[in-house]
């Protein structure tokens, strides 16, 4: 079967495709605490129904101790054929009107420049559909998987995972030669590349105190340090002047794949005019190859609810990524150690660690990646770039602990430059989707022929 056979097939195929694309992204499937359960069901039993009309008969709704269930199922190829684990996931992020969405997140909207609008339209019911259309692409040519597959689609990876867990009690379910985790995409569309490093993520609190209780700003004000003030000046000295991390004791490095530039960040990221990027040094080193940190929430007294006095303490979440090859413990108690020592007026700090998840490499020296690579070039008719990724997935490391020796494929139809993962107007480009499936079904080829 030739390249432009299977190209052609899946054409035909992506209305469908697309189709459950957009049934898939009316359910709110928002696992996070607090956010209703009978979405998230719903889409875990549709989802399931789409999987066995794909071929995993055998496919159903994983026993867990908790949360929300992974789905499962296997599909036996011929004897002796490599196994295949395909991964993505069924949850999403909240979308609050606040972000800015200019549609509603929870209706499909495909706007002038091609692309669908919608929460989890790229992250990442995109990767579902691929999967899903790599079955229905086999079927329509007339053929059965040529190896031997397992699907697992996560129910809360966006929150408290508890796939973890379930992988650490059943490692028998993920032996496999390759994992293809569709939880990524090309930094910009029609660009292939290969995810090979990602970022962990080390995370804490830090409580700053002052005072015994709140004093009169008038009266007090000017010689007793106010807390949030102290913890503004805490913050600030995690980074220099010119926003690289000044902890002591972090682990940095040097990017030496693809490069996104600062013209596609800034495309992605949607600065406001007159803003400066942070950091030194490429883009791709900023992103893959060096620690970033950022305060992401802090508590005080609301605007709304303030008044004239000198506040006695002040809290903030801290979220650090670290690279690959650093230890995560290690990270973050260097971050710990910062925070404790670097406190204003004598401020005291308490600090408590939050998370510690690893960041993960993947080798590239094994067939299953030079499949990967051969079949990613194929299906775009274009040299396939490695990249990073700042996002951290700590679930990887978990899977090559139950499968060692097992190889790695990260991609996906989620580009960085325009999918908005997380944030407001997420989309996703149906080329992409398109392209993603023919590369799977040249991999399963590739991997059964070696």
């Not at 026993?63 to 949850?91: K, N």
């Not at 105190?209 to 008038?218: A, D, I, M, N, V």
């Not at 008044?307 to 303490?313: D, E, F, G, K, R």
């Not at 996002?391 to 430059?417: H, N």
Request: with cysteine.
């Amino acid at each position: 079967m030739s390249h432009d056979d299977i190209a052609a097939t899946v054409r035909d195929l992506m209305p469908g495709v697309l189709a459950d694309l957009e049934e898939l992204i009316s359910y709110p499937s928002i696992a996070f605490p607090g956010y209703p359960a009978e979405p998230v069901e719903k889409m875990a039993e549709r989802t399931l129904e789409l999987v066995r009309e794909a071929g995993f008969s055998d496919a159903h709704l994983a026993d867990v101790p908790w949360g929300y269930p992974p789905i499962y199922g296997e599909i036996p190829g011929p004897e002796g054929s490599p196994t295949v684990v395909l991964y993505a996931h069924y949850d999403v992020q909240p979308a609050s009107a606040a972000q800015g969405w200019t549609t509603d997140p929870f209706v499909a909207t495909r706007k002038d420049d091609g692309r669908i609008y919608g929460r989890g339209a790229a992250d990442d019911k995109s990767g579902i559909v691929t999967h899903l259309g790599t079955l229905r692409a086999l079927a329509a040519l007339g053929e059965e998987p040529p190896c031997t597959l397992r699907i697992i689609l996560e129910g809360m990876e966006e929150t408290e995972s508890n796939l973890e867990e379930f992988v650490e009690a059943h490692p028998e379910l993920f032996q496999c030669d390759v994992f293809v985790i569709a939880d990524m995409g090309n930094l910009r569309v029609g660009e292939p590349v290969l995810t090979t490093a990602l970022r962990g993520d080390v995370s804490c609190t830090v409580k700053v105190s002052t005072l015994e209780h709140p004093l009169h700003s008038g009266v007090f004000g000017g010689a007793a340090p106010d807390a949030m003030m102290a913890l503004a000046r805490l913050l600030t000295s995690l980074q220099d002047d010119a926003g690289n991390v000044t902890v002591e004791g972090v682990t940095g490095g040097v990017w030496d794949g693809g490069d996104l530039g600062e013209e596609g960040f800034r495309a992605g990221a949607d600065l406001l005019p007159g803003v400066s990027l942070i950091g030194t040094d490429r883009v791709g080193d900023r992103l893959w190859a060096k620690p970033s940190i950022n305060a992401i929430g802090v508590d005080m007294t609301s605007i709304a609810d303030s008044s004239n006095v000198i506040h006695p303490t002040a809290s903030a979440k801290i979220s650090m990524r670290i690279v690959p090859g650093s230890d995560p413990r290690a990270e973050l108690d260097a971050l710990v150690r910062h925070l404790e020592s670097h406190a204003p007026w004598g401020a005291q700090v308490e600090v408590t660690p939050m998370k510690a998840a690893p960041p993960f490499r993947v080798p590239t020296s094994g067939p299953g990646y030079a499949a990967a690579r051969a079949a990613l070039e194929a299906a775009y008719g274009k040299a396939v770039d490695e990249v990073g990724s700042g996002g951290s997935i700590p679930l990887l490391q978990t899977l090559a602990d139950a499968s060692p020796g097992a190889e790695f494929v990260l991609w996906g139809p989620e580009d960085t430059e325009l999918a908005r993962i997380h944030a407001s107007d997420e989309s996703v480009d149906p080329a992409e989707i398109e392209k993603m499936i023919v590369a799977q079904v040249l991999l399963l080829k590739e991997l059964a022929a070696r």
